[in-house]
């Protein structure tokens, strides 16, 4: 691994502790698992404090379904803000917005509680594990515009340049704490 003054890199941590799965959740996807990641409270406090720079001075943190609520409401939690939670089709009790995306393995949607929540004006980021294609996080971005929020960034643990999610984004700036072939 790689020091700086002496301590590992938050992106080595990452690289150090996230499984790769081949062919999972389809033939040719190379699915990032982070879920060693997390289990490890030194790592997961690391990329916790990190996201948090990145996140703060946002009124609210958003999570995309589901592990990126996991670090979202950990982030929010240190910055003492409140998380929302972007959920899959179907997880959420009526009304609710939606938002209809392509990912790298098929078709989705995604939602957020329709009456629930005022978000128009707040200032928001949205946190994710993985920024692969860009389907999901420019959905979340849509769906929250849609709902009069300002989405000032993107914040991911882990980046997949090749896939060219960062240009499906754009032109919301996007922050990651790893890039990964």
């Not at 957020?112 to 946190?127: K, M, Q, T």
Request: charged content about 20%; proline content about 6%; overall charge negative.
């Amino acid at each position: 691994m790689t020091a700086v003054d002496g301590a590992v890199t938050v992106a080595d941590l990452i690289a150090s502790l996230t499984r790769e799965v081949a062919d999972f959740p389809e033939p040719g996807v190379q699915f990032k698992d982070l879920t060693p990641l997390f289990a490890d409270r030194d790592a997961m406090s690391a990329v916790v404090d990190a996201l948090a720079g990145v996140v703060s001075g946002a009124d609210l943190v958003a999570g995309i379904d589901a592990r990126g609520f996991l670090v979202a409401a950990a982030v929010a939690a240190r910055l003492g803000t409140g998380v929302l939670a972007i959920r899959k089709s179907g997880k959420l009790p009526p009304p609710v917005i939606s938002e209809d995306y392509e990912r790298e393995y098929g078709a989705a949607r995604m939602e957020i509680p329709a009456d629930s929540i005022d978000l128009r004006g707040r200032n928001i980021v949205i946190v994710d594990d993985v920024l692969a294609t860009g389907g999901t996080l420019s959905a979340a971005n849509r769906l929250l515009v849609r709902t009069g929020a300002n989405v000032t960034a993107a914040a991911v643990v882990v980046e997949l340049p090749a896939l060219g999610g960062r240009q499906t984004v754009s032109p919301l700036p996007v922050h990651s704490l790893s890039c990964a072939a």
